[in-house]
């Protein structure tokens, strides 16, 4: 039978790794120079832990000591393996040295070793898919189940992307640490797109039974606020921003069944105010930087939707002017296609439906589900059935959501009665 002082220490112990585990990692990972190393080391640290501190009590400073307790282990393991990989010797000998220096700890020098964690991990020598897999399994610490499930792929697919993301880091040396000035606006780039796509994968799957995964967007979120503490970036807080007006409206976004609810027909007391209004002051602060870019006047785009108090009082005219401003500095097809949306809400639906035509003609957008949907809802506004149910018919044919999909075939079966 344990003692309530000896529980406690555990108790503490598992608040610990849950709130730290990362951010010990990234020093280990620095002080050890191999992933895989850092690992184990950590591992082993939470171990000891568990059994000293029930013994000892909780030490003062408990990140340093687990720090310092994996170090010490990884060098013991190291020293075990050099009696039969002569190879081995001289990184336990180097490290050793290196662990009879002091090593400061304080906040500042966390903070750091998780920046360069999560820099590495973005790093752009390594496929976008393995970028996002290394970010949630180091930075996260998600285990490769978690995120296989997250995004409908074989534990062993997302295993094989880590392990050769480690080893592409290993064999080309890419170095451990925050990128120089110079090459910052890059990299910074490269980080916020990860942390983007992992938000979206969240707040609206690309496939599956589910609209949302709130344990992706959550991570994201999480990933956002940690980049904007870090780092003197407008465009960090445009995606935080983004990022939490859009989630404010997750518990309307879907029904009680589970079936897809538009924006326009959400009951919008359901959107959650701290989030809009912590995400509209993240959007004003970027906006006076005058250093913002796509993720912040995308986030004032979701900041109008928050203002209004029912769908009827949407600004179209301000959203229609920000996509203007948004297709000039990152033009894509889908942001024409959104811009051509919000000219159909204020211009009518004639208006909309001519531009989203000329997109389509192009070809950019043929295989893309919303486009089609776009169309066949401007179709069916103006009467002009058949084609709504053309479109309609295209657009469930591309849609791989089953919310989504049973939205259109209701849409759809609609158009019988008109």
Same mark, same amino acid.
Request: proline residues 3%.
């Given at each position: 039978m344990t003692s309530p002082f000896e529980d406690a220490a555990r108790d503490r112990a598992g608040e610990i790794y849950r709130a730290e585990s990362r951010r010990v990692l990234a020093t280990l990972i620095r002080l050890l120079g191999d992933f895989e190393l850092a690992e184990e080391a950590l591992h082993d640290a939470f171990t000891a832990a568990l059994e000293q501190w029930p013994r000892e009590g909780v030490p003062a400073e408990p990140r340093a000591w687990l720090v310092s307790a994996g170090r010490f282990k990884a060098i013991d393991a190291l020293r075990r393996r050099a009696r039969f990989e002569r190879s081995v010797e001289a990184i336990a000998d180097h490290l050793s040295s290196r662990?009879?220096?002091?090593?400061?700890?304080?906040?500042?020098?966390?903070?750091?070793?998780?920046?360069?964690?999560?820099f590495t991990c973005c790093h752009p020598a390594l496929p976008l898919d393995a970028q996002v897999a290394l970010t949630l399994r180091e930075v996260c610490g998600l285990t490769t189940e978690e995120i296989a499930r997250a995004f409908l792929a074989a534990p062993r697919t997302i295993a094989q992307r880590i392990v050769r993301a480690k080893a592409k880091i290993r064999d080309a040396r890419i170095p451990y640490q925050v990128p120089e000035p110079a090459e910052r606006p890059g990299r910074v780039e490269a980080v916020l797109r990860v942390v983007y796509l992992v938000f979206n994968e969240g707040?609206?799957?690309?496939?599956?039974?589910?609209?949302?995964?709130?344990?992706?967007?959550?991570?994201?979120?999480?990933?956002?606020?940690?980049?904007?503490?870090?780092?003197?970036?407008?465009?960090?807080?445009?995606?935080?921003?983004?990022?939490?007006?859009?989630?404010?409206?997750?518990?309307?976004?879907?029904?009680?069944?589970?079936?897809?609810?538009?924006?326009?027909?959400?009951?919008?007391?359901?959107?959650?105010?701290?989030?809009?209004?912590?995400?509209?002051?993240?959007?004003?602060? !970027?906006?006076?930087?005058?250093?913002?870019?796509?993720?912040?006047?995308?986030?004032?785009?979701?900041?109008?939707?928050?203002?209004?108090?029912?769908?009827?009082?949407?600004?179209?005219?301000?959203?229609?002017?920000?996509?203007?401003?948004?297709?000039?500095?990152?033009?894509?097809?889908?942001? !024409?296609?959104?811009?051509?949306?919000?000219?159909?809400?204020?211009?009518?639906?004639?208006?909309?439906?001519?531009?989203?035509?000329?997109?389509?003609?192009?070809?950019?957008?043929?295989?893309?589900?919303?486009?089609?949907?776009?169309?066949?809802?401007?179709?069916?506004?103006?009467?002009?059935?058949?084609?709504?149910?053309t479109s309609y018919l295209r657009a469930l044919d591309l849609a791989k959501q089953e919310p989504e999909r049973r939205f259109l075939q209701a849409r759809l079966d609609a158009l019988g009665t008109i």
């Open positions: 662990a009879a220096e002091p090593e400061p700890l304080d906040e500042g020098t966390i903070d750091d070793d998780h920046l360069r964690l999560i707040y609206s799957a690309s496939e599956g039974s589910a609209v949302m995964r709130h344990d992706l967007s959550s991570e994201a979120i999480r990933l956002g606020r940690l980049l904007v503490r870090l780092l003197d970036e407008p465009e960090a807080m445009g995606l935080l921003a983004l990022m939490l007006l859009h989630e404010s409206r997750r518990s309307a976004r879907t029904s009680q069944s589970g079936d897809l609810v538009l924006l326009e027909d959400q009951d919008r007391s359901r959107w959650n105010r701290a989030l809009i209004d912590e995400g509209s002051r993240l959007v004003e602060a !970027a906006l006076r930087s005058k250093r913002y870019g796509a993720y912040t006047l995308q986030a004032a785009i979701a900041g109008v939707h928050g203002r209004a108090a029912t769908a009827a009082e949407t600004d179209w005219g301000e959203i229609a002017a920000l996509y203007d401003v948004l297709g000039h500095l990152a033009p894509s097809p889908v942001v !024409a296609l959104n811009r051509a949306v919000a000219l159909a809400m204020l211009d009518g639906p004639a208006t909309g439906l001519a531009e989203i035509d000329r997109l389509l003609s192009d070809g950019a957008l043929e295989d893309y589900h919303l486009a089609h949907a776009a169309r066949a809802d401007l179709c069916r506004r103006l009467g002009r059935t058949e084609d709504a149910r």
